[in-house]
C-alpha cells in the first residue's frame, strides 16, 4: 500500500504558476509510473502527465510546454510545475501510482485559476 498526498494547489491568476507536490508515505524507487490527472466539474478524470521509473515524461497536448512532471525518488516524491495557467486548467489535481497491477491515488488538490 501506498499513500499519496497532495499539496500546493491555489487560487492564482491566469498567466501565473503553481507547483504541485505529491508526497508518498514509502519508496517510490519501484513504481513504475507516477502521473498527475485533473478533474474538472462535472468532467471526467483527465490525464494530465505521467513519468517512469526510468524518468520518461508524457504529457496532454492541452499542457504540454507549459507543465513539468518531475519525481525524486530520493524525497519519495513528484512534483508538477505549472506555468503559463489558464482558466482551464482549473480542476482537482491528482496524484497517481501504479505499482504492477495496484493503481494508488491520492485525496486531490484544488487549483483555481481566475480570468
Known amino acids: 500500500q501506498v499513500r499519496l498526498v497532495e499539496s500546493g494547489g491555489g487560487l492564482v491568476q491566469a498567466g501565473e504558476s503553481l507547483r504541485l507536490s505529491c508526497a508518498a508515505s514509502?519508496?517510490?524507487?519501484?513504481?513504475?509510473?507516477m502521473a498527475w490527472f485533473h478533474q474538472a466539474p462535472g468532467k471526467q478524470r483527465e490525464l494530465v502527465a505521467t513519468?517512469?521509473?526510468?524518468?520518461?515524461?508524457d504529457y496532454a497536448d492541452s499542457v504540454k510546454g507549459r507543465f513539468t512532471i518531475s519525481r525524486d525518488n530520493a524525497n519519495n516524491a513528484i512534483y508538477l510545475q505549472m506555468n503559463s495557467l489558464k482558466p482551464e486548467d482549473t480542476a482537482v489535481y491528482y496524484c497517481y501510482g501504479a505499482l504492477g497491477s495496484r493503481a494508488f491515488w491520492g485525496q486531490g488538490t484544488q487549483v483555481t485559476v481566475s480570468s
Open positions: 514509502r519508496s517510490i524507487f519501484s513504481i513504475n509510473v
Open positions: 513519468i517512469t521509473s526510468g524518468g520518461s515524461t
